[in-house]
């Protein structure tokens, strides 16, 4: 049996880059706390942990030392208080989200009311309503946008939505403007790595007669991509870890397909790669 990479997979530049700003503070600096898991994948967060990075969910939680902001970024307050405490930032927004919040204070300082697409418990959409200090709003579903959101709505996206899906809400929102709407700005805040990924696991689906999703089964990201990979109509199989593969997935298989979601190291897909190598398959 072949086994063949998508083009894209795997951890994206934003994550990779906190990822490796974190590692560096732990091998130069020492221990530090992480806001939120610095990546959702629990055997990265479990190694950094073994290596000194400590997950809290407040910064309440973190007296002394380093607090590091994860790739999803944090509203102003939380920069404002981690000066005041005079704690040491180890900030890894992502410069993609860091853009979407620069858009965000700077229309709604501009008067705009900010309509986010985008889910308001997750954490970088609650970053970007901070930003915004009380003048923006976030939903996916234009039904629950209030009618009269002023004369001036400006709106955005969290960065892992897809563009069209974004731009179809921007249509359906217009569509149901109020009368006393008189400008509207859209900008596409959304980031083209998770793209990437899906066109490149439609793409290997041409050859491949399976495909395997490498992440995990709680992260966002990962799931999407196994939707994707289910789509295109060739069985598929989301696994967390290479012990999970099950050779009579594949035992009519010639040539499977492997990807891996945003939040997945490399050295798991090399696992996974391996251990389908040694799997018979079909010849
Ligand atoms: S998916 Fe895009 S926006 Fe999100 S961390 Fe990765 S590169 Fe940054």
């Not at 927004?93 to 308001?120: K, M």
């Not at 492997?258 to 897909?269: E, I, K, Q, R």
């Amino acid at each position: 049996m072949r086994v063949e990479l998508a083009e894209v997979y795997g951890f994206c530049p934003g994550v990779r880059r906190a990822v490796a700003m974190v590692e560096a503070h732990l091998r130069e600096r020492g221990p530090l706390a992480t806001l939120g898991a610095i990546v959702h994948n629990a055997q990265v967060v479990e190694e950094l942990s073994r290596r000194g990075a400590r997950v809290v969910e407040d910064l309440a939680a973190v007296w002394e030392g380093a607090v590091a902001i994860t790739a999803h970024g944090a509203g102003p307050e939380v920069f404002e208080e981690i000066q005041r405490r005079g704690l040491l930032l180890v900030d890894t927004t992502c410069p993609i989200v860091r853009r979407a919040q620069e858009a965000a204070r700077a229309l709604a300082e501009a008067g705009f009311c900010v309509l986010i697409y985008g889910e308001e418990a997750h954490p970088e959409v609650r970053g970007l309503l901070a930003w915004t200090r009380g003048r923006g709003l976030a939903t996916l579903d234009p039904a629950d946008v209030p009618p009269a959101l002023g004369e001036r709505l400006a709106l955005i996206s969290q960065t892992t939505k897809g563009r069209e899906e974004f731009w179809r809400f921007v249509a359906a929102v217009v569509e149901r403007r109020s009368p006393e709407l008189q400008e509207v700005r859209a900008l596409d805040t959304t980031c083209p790595e998770t793209g990437r990924r899906y066109l490149a696991v439609r793409e290997l689906a041409q050859r491949a007669e399976a495909l395997v999703v490498v992440g995990s089964r709680t992260s966002a990201n990962t799931r999407k991509l196994a939707e994707v990979a289910r789509a295109t109509g060739r069985p598929t199989f989301h696994i967390e870890r290479a012990e999970e593969l099950q050779p009579e997935w594949f035992r009519e298989v010639r040539r499977v397909g492997v990807t891996a979601g945003a939040s997945t190291p490399d050295a798991l897909v090399r696992e996974v790669v391996a251990r389908l190598e040694q799997m018979g398959g079909a010849p």
